[in-house]
């Protein structure tokens, strides 16, 4: 029988989407057995929420000043620590879970799968490379322990209405003092959360400035929908890096992406192909983006837009 | 600080198309232009600005793969590493291996700080860093878009999915590049010449005792499903009536 460890990720009060998409992952193991961890200092909220979701048989929690913050250094020996008598572990593919697993595999001196993205048997998995190109399938060792990252847009999200056990314990192991913790700015707005929204409205290099962009921010009021961004709107600064979609940033599967003044290359096409419907607004009709969108339409943003969202209002 | 250690690896070329082999045993590689990975060159461009600034001596740059890889590793001291080290081997290595045979290098080099780039475009695994600083029992900084130096300390910029943090590590440490770390510098003609006359040391795998075996084992590559072919609307109207069809907005 598998017995699947999956970390918790968390701001300290909310359970992220990203590990109840892992949980869904870790229950697609054959006859598998789940238990969440949360590291925290005051772990009670999110072990709630975590012992919730359908598929986890138990919670645990370690609770300690320390864990206050998520710093890989003080979570990977804690996690090696109680990995024993586990056959997996689990976290998922956010830069939490990059920083963390690849520690926890190195320390437990196993190979990482990261970024599964399908699970085809307890030691069988499937990984998109080459920007989502080329996707292979590995086997690892059935005598070792598997450490992964999950990719959560391959994922829903496991559903709430279970009532697993919730169970505090110590974890013995020494840690150490050359990382910590500074702060974190993190951008305070009302609008969904990129990676877990239904709909997401991203803008590209075509926005042509800061000012301009906020037409991206306010389409997306209006539909009630997240920002995101292209690498080159990132890198000319007219949106904040935690918007960016592709391949080196956010991998999303909403419901609807409307990609507006996006050009289309394969590394920002592999943060959105799992999104249901996606709509291109371009005015090159030779763009890529058109090559994966269900709805094209060819024109200058800047006339598109304000028709649009009168459209939607009306 | 004395030393820094930058990760070089020679990958497909960020604009080629990669092609899945019709037998479902990998990519097709074959004649396919291949350069340093991007992020890799932004870890070396932050190396380089550490020490013209004169906060470091030395930049040695590090490189596992076939002999090829000198290509990549001669475009490292054009841009202004002061020499190289190729761990040379045919066959793929996967990211704990890569840590491995890195901390044997780090055990000879000695150095205060390594960088490398926070994924390579071609696995896309980001485990090389992380693994290494665990393997070496030192501090990390992953997703790195600012680097400061305080004696022994590093203050990082981190670009993380909540906005961007703010951490101390104490040196040594092994820190990762993303993409708004700096831009990297063109490399000029002549710089390529003198790049020419600087030590690039091969070294044999087998030489430094690491177990290369592939610890995962890759059973098949496939192409991804194409996405269903979408129409075209004309106006903003036939959009909107679209979307309103499908229950979008």
Redesign the interface.
């Known amino acids: 029988m598998s017995k699947i460890l999956v970390i918790a990720e968390h ?1 300290g009060e909310k359970l992220a989407q990203a590990t109840a998409r892992s949980v869904t992952c870790a229950a697609q193991i054959p006859g598998g057995e789940i238990t969440v961890v949360v590291f925290a200092a005051d772990p009670a909220a999110v072990a709630t929420q975590a012992a919730a979701l359908k598929g986890v048989s138990r919670v645990i929690t370690v609770a300690a000043p320390h864990n206050g913050q998520a ?3 003080i979570l ?1 020996p804690q996690v090696v620590k109680l990995a024993a008598g586990y056959t997996h572990v689990f976290g998922a593919s ?3 879970g ?3 697993m ?6 437990l ?7 599964c993205m399908a699970v085809e048997g307890a030691h ?1 998995f499937k990984r ?14 059935s005598d ?1 322990i598997v450490v992964a990252t999950v990719r959560t847009a391959s994922f829903d999200a496991a559903a709430t209405g279970g009532a697993a056990s919730v169970e505090a314990v110590t974890v013995e192991v020494a840690l ?12 305070k707005s009302d609008r969904p959360e990129l ?1 877990s929204a239904a ?1 997401v409205v991203s803008g590209g290099r075509a926005l042509a400035s800061k000012d301009n962009f906020q037409l991206i921010f306010s389409l997306a009021e209006k ?1 009630g929908a997240a920002v995101g961004a292209s ?1 080159a709107a ?2 000319a600064g007219y949106a ?3 918007l960016q979609v592709g ?2 940033g ?1 991998i999303i599967a909403p ?2 992406y409307v990609a507006v003044g996006i050009s289309g290359a ?2 920002h096409l592999t943060g959105i ?1 799992d999104a249901k ?3 291109a607004i371009n005015k090159d009709a030779e763009a890529p983006i ?1 090559e ?8 200058d943003l800047f006339e ?1 837009l304000p ?2 969202e009168a ?2 209002a009306g | 600080m004395q030393k820094i250690l930058v990760g070089i690896k020679r990958v ?1 070329d ?1 604009n080629v ?2 092609r ?1 082999k019709p037998d479902g045993s ?2 097709a590689t074959e004649g396919v232009k291949m350069s340093v990975n991007p ?1 890799d060159e932004i870890a070396l461009e932050e190396a380089l600005r550490i020490r013209e600034r004169g906060e470091a001596t030395e930049v040695v740059a590090v490189s596992i793969g076939p002999d090829d890889a000198q290509q990549q590793l001669r475009t490292a001291l054009a841009m202004g590493a002061d020499r190289a080290i190729l761990v040379k081997t045919d066959q793929p290595i ?3 291996t890569a ?1 491995r045979l890195m901390l044997e290098i780090v055990k000879k080099e000695q150095p205060d700080l390594v960088i490398v780039g ?2 390579a ?15 070496w ?7 790195c ?1 600012k680097v400061e130096i305080k004696g022994n300390t590093l ?1 990082i910029l ?13 040196l040594p ?1 092994v820190i990762s590049a ?3 770390l700096n831009e990297p510098r063109y490399v000029k003609l002549p710089d390529i010449m003198k790049a020419k006359k600087k030590p690039l040391d091969v070294i044999e795998i087998a030489s430094l005792g690491v177990d290369t075996a ?11 499903k194409p ?2 072919k ?8 036939e ?2 009536d ?2 309103k069809k ?1 229950g ?2």
């Not at chain 1, 690849?102 to 320390?107: F, I, S, Y």
């Not at chain 1, 150490?176 to 951008?187: C, D, E, L, N």
């Not at chain 2, 475009?121 to 393997?135: F, N, R, W």
């Open positions: 701001d710093l890989a250094a990977a956010t830069t939490f990059k920083d963390l690849p520690r926890v595999a190195a320390l001196g196993v190979p990482q799968i990261s970024d069988k998109p490379t080459y920007a989502g190109n080329a996707l292979v399938t590995l086997e690892a060792p070792r150490p003092s050359h990382t910590r913790f500074v702060s974190v700015q993190a951008a990676t709909k539909m690498r990132v890198d904040a890096n935690e391949q080196t956010k419901d609807l394969i590394q192909k419907t996606i709509v058109f994966v969108a269900d709805f094209g339409l060819v024109g598109v028709k649009l459209a939607l | 497909v960020y198309r990669v899945v990998g990519v992020f996967e990211p704990l840590a926070k994924q475009i071609d696995d896309d695994s980001a485990q090389t860093g992380p693994m290494l600083a665990a393997l029992d030192k501090a990390q900084a992953t997703f878009s203050v981190r670009e993380v999915d909540a906005g961007l943090e703010t951490i101390e590590v104490d440490a993303d993409l708004r592939l610890g995962l084992k890759p059973v098949l590559t496939e192409a991804p996405r269903a979408g129409v075209m609307v004309k106006d903003v109207g959009l909107v679209a979307l499908k979008l907005v």
